[in-house]
């Protein structure tokens, strides 16, 4: 498995930099909003219904409105920095309540385990504001740094995949107290402080490297330390909702990951923190 994961990530890691850097604004917007609507068709088999069908209608159309109201210039030029603190900030309300379901897990799921507009509502809470958050770094002062914004988003790239790489091999070669048991029995404490550590350093040399602006490194540290930390409730909780669900993966799409959910579980936390706070920080 782990052998089928590095060589899945070796491919896909390079396309998502190509990408991040070099499709036009709009190819991309089209790109991170077909892989979002794909998040949201997995995300319909964590909801309890009779049909998968049934339950993606809520969820297009309050991605339809979105987009209406907050219409995406298309040229990458006029994304307001507002809407996108705003939206993030909406994100980042949800990860916090997402992380009181986490630590209550799983005395306290009866009021949301059956509902299932309620857990519509969490994959809608769960993915736009993950949308948005991209494209709104993506397109951040694009008219003077046209790559500004391209740096921006991988980094906060970087930072996941540094947390996710340091707390796998820290956990393997120290883990002992668990994390999260009920949750997910493989995490450890051990291992999420390495992949903080490590995605703190990747934020440092990513930062240098890349010439990214900020008041000041340490700053920057936070933000990275705090986006790591979500990015851990991001996978926490997805685990959380599979479990409820009964659902070993959201999908079969990437050999060795599983679904694009599970793949970009602990971005969907990541990126709405991180643009949060970097666009009220810096």
Not at 129 to 134: D, E, H, K, R, T
Not at 186 to 212: C, P, R
Not at 257 to 281: K, N, Q
Request: with cysteine; hydrophobic share 55%; charged share 10%.
């Amino acid at each position: 498995m782990l052998k089928q994961r590095v060589l899945t990530a070796s491919v896909l890691g390079p396309l998502v930099i190509a990408g991040i850097f070099f499709l036009p604004f709009y190819i991309f917007v089209m790109v991170v909003v077909t892989i979002v609507l794909i998040g949201h068709w997995e995300w319909t088999k964590f909801i309890a219904a009779t049909s998968r069908c049934e339950v993606i209608i809520l969820p297009a159309l309050v991605l339809i409105g979105f987009l209406l109201a907050f219409p995406v210039d298309f040229s990458g030029l006029n994304i307001s920095t507002i809407n996108g603190c705003l939206v993030a900030l909406i994100g980042t309300i949800w990860w916090l309540l997402a992380t009181v379901m986490v630590v209550k897990y799983p005395k306290a799921t009866s009021w949301w385990s059956n509902n299932s507009v309620l857990q519509q509502i969490f994959g809608i809470l769960t993915l736009l504001p993950f949308l948005w958050s991209v494209l709104s770094l993506r397109a951040y002062e694009y008219n003077f740094h046209p790559y500004l914004g391209a740096k921006l988003v991988l980094l906060v790239c970087l930072l996941v995949w540094a947390a996710d790489t340091g707390a796998y091999f820290v956990g393997k070669c120290f883990g002992k107290r668990k994390m999260a048991p009920a949750v997910s029995p493989n995490k450890t404490i051990e291992g999420m402080i390495g992949g903080l550590i490590a995605s703190v350093l990747v934020a440092a040399v990513t930062a240098k490297y890349f010439a990214i602006p900020s008041p000041s490194l340490s700053v920057l540290g936070i933000i990275a330390l705090i986006t790591s930390f979500s990015s851990v409730l991001g996978d926490l909780a997805e685990s959380m909702f599979k479990r409820v669900a009964g659902v070993k993966d959201s999908g079969n799409i990437l050999p060795g990951h599983g679904g694009i959910l599970d793949r970009i579980d602990s971005l969907t936390a990541a990126f709405p923190v991180f643009t949060l706070l970097y666009f009220w920080l810096v």
